[in-house]
């Protein structure tokens, strides 16, 4: 089914008339088109391509999609919606998450949107030919790109054929070097003698002689166009001899025929009802009785159709037409001239018809061609928030562009749509300069009429302000991605804050979008949950991609919480929706960033490296910053937890290449902070104390989240300098400013370095309490990295925890689920360190019978696995670990076979008596 904007004639095949002149070694030559990735039939107006193509079209054995282009296809997204519709129309089940995409207010790049479209496109039973008629008419660089794209990966089960009056901006020599290319061009398109003589008969129902037929096809060299029109001014001519002495096949002298030849014998209501019509690229009976006044317009559109007056039937039902080129190119001259006045009213008639209808591509340009901006101003404000939301962003911004800045600024809110829009498009100072200065000027013009808002009503100006306080908080944002100063945000959210908009989709979402960034770079996280779970409302039933975007912020926030369960819930329904969708990068790599950052939290290193490299080789081609230094952060951090510190470097270096690609502030101290740790890895306390000292950022009085790890790298340096005491000081601001938005996962991290300060500088009972906590906000969420991270401080505290929790006058309330944890967590330093451990707890050791014997080495127990053990360990059923750890029975019999797995036993007894043996009870 055809979406609402589009029209069906634009992908309807056109049908054959039953008098065509055929051409088979011309269609022999496109049935070859199906072994070729393109076909090119290129050449000037009158030469019969699209009747060419639309014969082939109705013989060929493939399915066929065809797209007729014009003037208002410039706009990727509405080009490829088209195709999208003809392809469908064609019977290729293909394009529902590539049109999700193209029209989010968020869109994707265009190759990631058509990727899926190819990949389903190459699952098809059938081949597909796909015709694009008229592509002259594309002006767009991004078009002419994404086809080149196409062309570069197009299935071996579909074609190209571009009909065009001249070449497209592909790579055809390289395309004809690989025989990958099939070209029509003029000089097989000029009618030969024998068919010219075929046309004038059967076509045209003219009978000449041989030699009359051969001095025609000399005079117009084969040109169909000229040759038709010879042919309706032979029908009024007695003496042919003589009209072949005078008759010239030059384009300039058969327009002045149409003129004399064609228009004027006609009847007066032909000849006026075309020239009225002529203002239109297709027409119906309807918009044909609108502009003219006609009553009999279909009866009008029928009788030229057969007197083969160059008017063109574009569906088999007769409701649509078009008038050729060469006819309407003379017509509409005319009209200007002779009638100026007629003519702007009839593309304003035309405007309204299509407004009435609601088709903003076909009304506009009408609207334009009255030069009456007021008027076209007027009627783009009511589609500009359907353009936005369907992501014909170009479309909206050319057409606004159009209009004088006397008419924009007394249309304040199509200004500040024209503003928002573009600077959403080129977020960076460096992206269009020129037009950034015209946008610019159009924002403060914006401000000074709210200083004088005398031509607005009250809710009209309540509107208008917030709408610049939105500008105002966005301009905030970009200058702070763009320069790294992210205090600049509080600016943005104390703009944006509270801002109950009434005032559609587009700015709400503007709102709402520019909130979230802000607030996740300022480490307000919870705030950035609220707004993105209040979009999924609104947008969940709308937009399936959109709702992939939502959910990837969602992930981002909740492991910033430090809430790993809920971020590994979601990972997985975001995984489910993108393979559903068939969603390809830079989305389609979160995934694996996200398994990355779980992995990593969890100790599971070739996991955590495995899932960053595959996030970084989706991503790398199309240099996504987000996802690149994320993947990138977890690889380094991955090889310096091995203690493989070349390859750390190795890691770093392509991090920082990569960075100077896109080089955006915002993700330097990542760098640096990683750069930080392999220095103090390497015993360089120098080059690290250096950093420290001259990092004018470390220094202030306010802390930022998106320099946290900095922040924290800088604290790594004062323990290794033994400065304990700063080390304290600077984590206590830390954990406060972290703790001010329950960024939980900042928090744990703090806390560990804070029980290595303090184990280190000898505070055995601070360390205690603060282990406890820790611990206490680690094990719901099965953090194991980040002690091991902290270091043999750590280790030693965690000795000291358990031997303290295992002592006869310990009765402090520590749950076993704590102390499993922290078992689990000990035995993750090394079983060494695990053994010490129990050597000093006076629990069977080495030298017991039961650990004489060599044992398999032990794969770790997750603290949940920990947990069942006790409980097995305590005589619990299966029932009973579900009850008691509010589980299914299903998740508590997985665990079960999961701790019998790991300790290769075949009952619980044995698996009991295994875990006493490895000191695990």
């Known amino acids: 089914m055809a979406e609402p904007d589009l029209l069906v004639t634009k992908?309807?095949?056109?049908?054959?008339?039953?008098?065509?002149?055929?051409?088979?070694?011309?269609?022999?030559?496109?049935?070859?088109?199906?072994?070729?990735?393109?076909?090119?039939?290129?050449?000037?107006?009158?030469?019969?391509?699209?009747?060419?193509?639309?014969?082939?079209?109705?013989q060929c054995t493939s399915q066929v999609a065809w797209f007729m282009l014009d003037e208002q296809d410039n706009d990727p997204a509405r080009f490829w919606a088209y195709v999208i519709a003809a392809l469908r129309k064609a019977g290729a089940a293909v394009g529902e998450t590539t049109l999700a995409m193209l029209h989010s207010p968020q869109p994707a790049t265009l190759s990631s949107a058509l990727t899926v479209l190819l990949n389903e496109l190459a699952a098809q039973a059938k081949d597909t030919a796909l015709i694009l008629d008229d592509y002259q008419l594309i002006r767009e660089a991004a078009i002419h790109e994404s086809l080149q794209f196409v062309l570069a990966h197009l299935p071996a089960n579909l074609h190209l054929l571009l009909g065009t009056r001249a070449d497209p901006q592909l790579p055809l020599a390289r395309l004809r070097a690989r025989g990958q290319v099939i070209e029509i061009r003029e000089g097989d398109l000029r009618l030969r003698e024998e068919e010219a003589a075929g046309f004038f008969s059967k076509v045209m129902g003219l009978s000449l002689t041989p030699e009359e037929v051969a001095r025609?096809?000399?005079?117009?060299?084969?040109?169909?166009?000229?040759?038709?029109?010879?042919?309706?001014?032979?029908?009024?001519?007695?003496?042919?001899?003589?009209?072949?002495?005078?008759?010239?096949g030059s384009q300039r002298f058969l327009l002045e025929y149409i003129q004399e030849e064609i228009l004027a014998p006609l009847p007066q209501a032909q000849e006026r009802f075309l020239l009225h019509t002529s203002v239109l690229t297709r027409m119906n009976a309807e918009i044909c009785q609108a502009l003219t006044g006609e009553l009999a317009s279909q009866q009008m559109l029928e009788e030229l159709e057969r007197a083969n007056l160059f008017l063109i039937s574009l569906d088999e039902e007769q409701s649509w037409y078009r008038l050729h080129t060469l006819l309407r190119e003379v017509l509409l001259t005319r009209l200007q001239v002779k009638e100026p006045e007629e003519f702007r009213r009839l593309h304003r008639e035309a405007a309204l018809w299509y407004q009435r209808q609601d088709w903003p591509h076909e009304a506009i340009p009408h609207a334009l061609a009255t030069q009456d901006f007021m008027f076209v101003a007027d009627l783009l404000e009511g589609w500009v928030e359907r353009l936005y939301l369907r992501g014909e962003f170009k479309t909206?911004?050319?057409?606004?562009?159009?209009?004088?800045?006397?008419?924009?600024?007394?249309?304040?809110?199509?200004?500040?749509?024209?503003?928002?829009?573009?600077?959403?498009?080129?977020?960076?100072?460096?992206?269009?300069p020129e037009e950034r200065v015209y946008t610019r000027r159009l924002q403060e013009a914006m401000e000074q009429l709210m200083q004088h808002p005398t031509t607005l009503n009250p809710q009209k100006q309540e509107l208008l302000l917030q709408?610049?306080?939105?500008?105002?908080?966005?301009?905030?944002?970009?200058?702070?991605?763009?320069?790294?100063?992210?205090?600049?945000?509080?600016?943005?959210?104390?703009?944006?804050?509270?801002?109950?908009?009434?005032?559609?989709?587009?700015?709400?979402?503007?709102?709402e979008g520019s909130t979230a960034v802000a607030a996740r770079l300022l480490g307000n996280f919870p705030l950035m949950i609220s707004l993105i779970e209040e979009g999924r409302k609104t947008w969940m039933a709308e937009n399936r991609y959109l709702q992939v975007q939502y959910l990837w912020g969602l992930i981002a926030a909740y492991i910033a919480l430090g809430q790993l369960r809920q971020a590994q819930d979601r990972c997985e329904v975001l995984q489910q929706l993108i393979a559903t969708l068939g969603i390809q990068a830079p989305l389609a790599a979160y995934p694996d960033l996200f398994r990355a950052q779980l992995a990593y939290a969890g100790n599971q290193l070739e996991v955590a490296k495995s899932a960053a490299l595959s996030a970084i080789e989706k991503t790398g081609?199309?240099?996504?910053?987000?996802?690149?230094?994320?993947?990138?952060?977890?690889?380094?951090?991955?090889?310096?937890?091995?203690?493989?510190?070349?390859?750390?470097?190795?890691?770093?270096?392509?991090?920082?290449?990569?960075?100077?690609?896109?080089?955006?502030?915002?993700?330097?101290?990542?760098?640096?902070?990683?750069?930080?740790?392999?220095?103090?890895?390497?015993?360089?306390?120098?080059?690290?104390?250096?950093?420290?000292?001259?990092?004018?950022?470390?220094?202030?009085?306010?802390?930022?989240?998106?320099?946290?790890?900095?922040?924290?790298?800088?604290?790594?340096?004062?323990?290794?300098?033994?400065?304990?005491?700063?080390?304290?000081?600077?984590?206590?601001?830390?954990?406060?400013?972290?703790?001010?938005?329950?960024?939980?996962?900042?928090?744990?991290s703090i806390l560990a370095l804070k029980v290595n300060a303090l184990q280190a500088s000898g505070a055995d009972e601070e360390a205690q309490q603060m282990l406890l906590r820790l611990l206490s906000l680690a094990e719901p969420e099965g953090f194991i990295r980040v002690f091991l991270d902290a270091g043999e401080p750590m280790q030693q505290a965690l000795q000291a925890f358990l031997k303290t929790t295992h002592t006869p006058q310990n009765d402090s309330p520590i749950s076993l689920a704590l102390i499993a944890y922290a078992r689990t967590v000990l035995t993750a330093f090394g079983q060494e360190s695990a053994q010490v451990v129990l050597e000093e707890m006076s629990v069977p050791s080495s030298k017991s019978p039961s650990l004489q014997t060599a044992q398999p080495p032990l794969e770790v127990l997750t603290p949940r696995e920990q947990q069942v053990l006790l409980l097995l360990a305590q005589g619990a059923s299966n029932r009973e670990i579900a009850d008691e750890l509010v589980v299914s029975l299903a998740t508590a019999k997985k665990h079960v076979a999961s701790i019998l797995s790991k300790l290769g036993a075949e009952n619980r007894t044995q698996a009991i008596a295994h875990a006493r043996s490895r000191a695990l009870l």
């Open 11 to 58: 992908f309807t095949i056109p049908p054959v008339r039953s008098a065509l002149l055929r051409r088979p070694h011309l269609l022999a030559l496109l049935d070859q088109s199906t072994s070729v990735p393109l076909t090119l039939i290129s050449a000037p107006a009158g030469f019969g391509k699209t009747t060419l193509l639309s014969a082939w079209a109705g």
């Open 216 to 248: 025609l096809e000399q005079r117009t060299e084969g040109w169909i166009a000229g040759l038709q029109l010879a042919a309706l001014s032979l029908r009024k001519h007695t003496d042919v001899s003589t009209f072949l002495r005078n008759f010239s």
């Open 396 to 432: 909206l911004l050319s057409w606004v562009k159009m209009l004088p800045e006397d008419v924009l600024r007394a249309h304040p809110f199509l200004a500040t749509s024209y503003i928002m829009t573009f600077n959403m498009l080129f977020p960076f100072s460096h992206q269009m």
């Open 467 to 511: 709408r610049m306080r939105i500008l105002r908080g966005w301009n905030l944002l970009t200058r702070a991605l763009s320069d790294g100063e992210t205090e600049r945000l509080e600016g943005t959210l104390e703009l944006l804050k509270d801002q109950c908009l009434d005032d559609g989709l587009m700015w709400r979402l503007q709102a």
């Open 621 to 748: 081609p199309l240099q996504f910053m987000d996802i690149l230094m994320g993947a990138y952060e977890v690889r380094v951090r991955c090889y310096l937890a091995e203690g493989d510190l070349a390859a750390a470097r190795q890691a770093l270096q392509e991090m920082e290449n990569a960075h100077r690609l896109d080089s955006i502030p915002l993700f330097r101290p990542w760098i640096e902070s990683l750069q930080v740790q392999l220095w103090l890895a390497q015993g360089d306390l120098a080059r690290a104390g250096d950093w420290a000292a001259h990092t004018s950022y470390l220094h202030g009085q306010k802390f930022y989240s998106s320099r946290e790890s900095a922040y924290l790298a800088h604290t790594r340096v004062y323990l290794a300098q033994k400065k304990y005491s700063l080390a304290l000081e600077r984590l206590a601001a830390l954990q406060s400013s972290a703790e001010q938005f329950s960024r939980m996962g900042s928090v744990i």
